[in-house]
Nanobody, 112 residues
Framework: EVQLVESGGGLVQPGGSLRLSCAAS????????MSWVRQAPGKGLEWVSAINSGGGSTRYADSVEGRFTISRDNAKNTLYLQMNSPKPEDTAVYYC?????WGRGTQVTVSS
């Protein structure tokens, strides 16, 4: 059974930093690309970033390009999202995804 468990969310000030983690199990993590998706209050889902299986290729939504960094540690079966200089509009529940599998999400609130 695929399991994805996000952690690391919380309250962060604008301009600060936060690192999200996603612990994966139930599949061969190192064989698959992974993504982060978010949902802001009252809004639809927004794709944030993706990384290939080896970690050498990454993509970002324009809204986070240059501020967020996706990475992975295949030895630890863990996906990361480093959030630098977050803005209030980054406030959302962040999910890691693998195909049709999603975690339960972690809340990120950007506020002073």
């Amino acid at each position: 059974e695929v399991q994805l468990v996000e952690s690391g969310g919380g309250l962060v000030q604008p301009g600060g930093s936060l690192r999200l983690s996603c612990a994966a199990s139930g599949f061969t993590f190192s064989n698959y690309a992974m993504s982060w998706v978010r949902q802001a209050p009252g809004k639809g889902l927004e794709w944030v970033s993706a990384i290939n299986s080896g970690g050498g290729s990454t993509r970002y939504a324009d809204s986070v390009e240059g501020r967020f960094t996706i990475s992975r540690d295949n030895a630890k079966n863990t996906l990361y999202l480093q959030m630098n200089s977050p803005k209030p509009e980054d406030t959302a529940v962040y999910y890691c995804t693998h195909g049709d599998s999603w975690g339960r999400g972690t809340q990120v609130t950007v506020s002073s």
